[in-house]
């Protein structure tokens, strides 16, 4: 397995030269693009790393799986759903069209709208101090922190946000203060982990919720079952229908070049490569991801 | 001419029960959908009057109209379409959606994200005491104030309009700060004028910018001109071309209830009427502005 | 097994006042919405059957599956997803507007443009004849056949998939004779199939392609996987991610009230219930789905 | 007046380098960009010509301008516009997207839909040979014919338009048959004319409806105020708004390159010069018409 994924690895690094690092926020785009890391962990407590699994980068929209489970947790499914709909949306994770035009709440928990939305209604319940507890516990990483220069530099281009969160406002999705929000969700992006963080999360949710080191339930059953298939469903931006086809495994991809996947009740898969495709997906994680699941068969579908 | 204006008064009354006061802003939703005044100042100094032109109202979008003159006499005509496009829409006054989908910039400066945009640039070099005292000029009307519960209700349900904001300064076209040019473009919305202010607008813009009592010139001629083009093509919301058809006059109408209009070298019109169309026009307005074109044959194209 | 299936049955039946059959065709608003039939074939060979599953009606866009089978095995992978593409739209089946709005090609093969698409380039290498011939040996039934009435009656209603089709041919997305092409579509769609076939297809999807009767191989394995894979996201129209989550099984619905499922690995799936819910989908045969797959845990991620 | 038209055509040749000839049909590709021509009528009867003002070029879009005259002429105002709308769309002449999204009916006879809406209509009550002896008497032009060539290179690229005429029947707007009704639409748009054609039909739109020449009434005074309200509104495409505010006169443009206008009750203008901008009209005829009317002083609100 080892040697098997420092193959995948160098397999990887071929791709890296066809992304760039995400341009949008300075702080992000400052990252080294040629870095590259995978960590798998599986249900038999074996950890395998290789390439850049221990350097810290920012969770970005992976924090959105979090900031579910947080939600499914604390307020149920019902209520969840009556906010954010479970849709696949055909569009870029920060459209304002489709949420505009034909859609009367934000098409899934997966893109910024519905992320936005969700964090809306958890920030009265759970501050900050406590997400950042419960994604340690999560990630089984008592070190992830908040990085204060991606924050910062996030809180000051966050006019694209801002805009979704007020138009959910206009159409009483959000119901409370908006700009409080808005801050949570971001704070949440700028968490930093690992690759092997992730994997520890993914391993978290291929085991149905329980932490298989301790033993301890951190997550309801059901509520794990529909994280992995909204991740499966929604997780890779306008790019989830075709990482279902062509890897097959509940995915989420964020913008700081993090991927969080799982083969259901087997093993946590954490990827870093900064080095991002059109879509915003690592470009060289999800061929790693693709090798990975090809070579050991993990396909949904195999 | 006085008989004329009460007989077009009696036929717009009929009209007022298909339509009804704007709802989305409580204050304005207040508002007695039965009122009905006109005004008609003609270039010779004639001033005829019927039913509630002395009523003060919110003038809302019709604003949009001073917000651009100003901008045209402060920044000029290059600055100003730089920013702004003066393309008819085909979508209603509050759109997001054609914004992000089909343009870099607002279609034109008649609908919401247009005067947003336009507020911006102009907040830093008028405040709002100097904009009140340039529509009291415009309008030959010192008693003009803000109506501060108008203010206040529209600035606590200003989400969408916020939205529009923040997505402008997403896309680059607003540079100022966001809030403020909100502030500035709501508290001259909320600008109470009567119908007799309106014929007063109307005026000057008829005569290309001179005040006519006093031969006062308070716009240049070019800006006059752009003016009432604009407000011909894009000035009744997404009835504007309709407008054009049945009525063929420049125009521009607010939800609060007023209708700016004029005959081009004859005469300015006011119009106050808050039971407004689906389209968010005064709907006994529209109906007596077509009625005295008709009858007094003052169509672009009679 | 055989009086679960009952139960699920009777449960699915309070489901059918809630919805309506398909009422933009003559033919289909003409079957009667309280039908309904379930056939589950699993892979040891047995055959569990209740209520109305012997009835025929018209495979509708469950053809998409077969359609798509027939593309991917005479012209392979790369082809076929150079024309269509793999993502879930967030739209209703018969939608132009993303279409034309944000794609080159049609988003997947499961949505109407995508199977026009399709059929444009299977239609010079397969005629109807030999498309019938491959349905009845996917569905082991040979008694099926063109439900003339329905086929009439959907071409004299094409009007909306003739306009998908030309503006398909003015993108260059459709290379061949469109009105041929369509009409290969639209034979397809007027298959009369039963739920007993639909759960024969079913179970030769689960297996991986092969007929476990014969042991015969029809489909190639990746051919399979692909299709499974789509199916997951893309197979229940706009309601697809909202199936995921409940439902959790590969599926494809069509208008004329069919369900074709599976369980990978265990069991084919027929379902028939023409009275749909808004999307289009069997509102009682989603019922029946979603309470078998809990009731077996079929979840793919239970 | 001639010296004055020669200047400006000298100033417009300035322009020709910048656009180029239409590519989307074959036909029109091959016309020399460098072509251009103006023809002035005025109301007293005199006729100033200068450049290519003799050449014969296709109508293209300018049809839809006697395409609705014929309709309201012979339909009249409601049944019109109960099938089309007036409104300008913002979006480009060969749009789907707005009239499946926002309108159940096109938005404005000058565009495709509209005016295949009213093509379809017109078609059992006027045949091409009728429609062509009504566009000859309104262009004085007893020479135009059906230019082979080109309306056989538009029949063979016609998949848009097509797919427009079949969403116009799938929406009901369209209630006669489809292909005739395209067939005649573009059969109207290979009409050859040339920039004095144009000038002649200008004219008669200026002085109301009647031929000045002979002093017969070609159309109702009525039917031409909606006309040349239309023109000034939705005329130029998705420029229609900047083409009335530079120029402020009633236009309408054609991808052949031809432009229609006047200035109401003084003159007939008609322009040729096939070099169009990117909106589709034609760039140095644009120029040399905003030329002519500021030097003329003809703007509307001059």
Do not use: W
């Amino acid at each position: 397995m080892q040697t098997r994924l420092e193959e995948i690895l160098e397999k990887g690094q071929e791709k890296v030269p066809y992304g760039k690092t995400a341009d949008y926020i300075p702080e992000l785009g400052r990252r080294d693009p040629n870095h590259l890391g995978i960590c798998v962990f599986t249900k038999d407590g074996k950890k395998y790393q290789a390439g850049d699994s221990q350097i810290r980068f920012t969770i970005q929209s992976i924090s959105k799986v979090i900031n579910l489970a947080a939600a499914l947790e604390q307020r149920g499914f019902d209520y969840v759903f009556s906010k954010v709909g479970m849709e696949p949306s055909g569009e870029a994770f920060n459209s304002l069209v489709e949420l505009d035009l034909t859609s009367s709440y934000p098409f899934n928990p997966m893109i910024n709208s519905g992320a936005i939305a969700i964090a809306s209604f958890l920030q009265p319940i759970m501050d900050f101090e406590e997400m950042l507890d419960f994604s340690r516990r999560l990630c089984m990483d008592p070190e992830i922190t908040l990085d204060e220069a991606v924050c910062r530099s996030e809180m000051s281009h966050a006019s694209r946000n801002r805009a979704i969160a007020y138009l959910l406002e206009s159409k009483g999705i959000i119901e409370n203060d908006v700009e409080k929000s808005l801050q949570l969700y971001i704070k949440l992006c700028s968490l930093s982990v690992t690759a092997e963080s992730l994997a520890n999360l993914g391993l978290i949710l291929a085991c149905g919720g329980i932490n298989p080191v301790t033993g301890e339930r951190l997550l309801k059953e059901d509520v794990v079952r529909v994280i992995k298939t909204i991740m499966f469903t929604c997780g890779m931006y306008d790019g989830s229908g075709t990482s279902a086809v062509y890897v097959g495994l509940p995915a989420k991809s964020g913008v700081g070049g993090g991927i969080l996947s799982l083969a259901d009740k087997k093993m946590g898969i954490g990827i870093y490569g900064p080095s991002l495709d059109q879509k915003g997906n690592s470009i060289a994680g999800q061929e790693m991801l693709r090798l990975l699941s090809k070579e050991l068969k993990l396909h949904l579908f195999a």
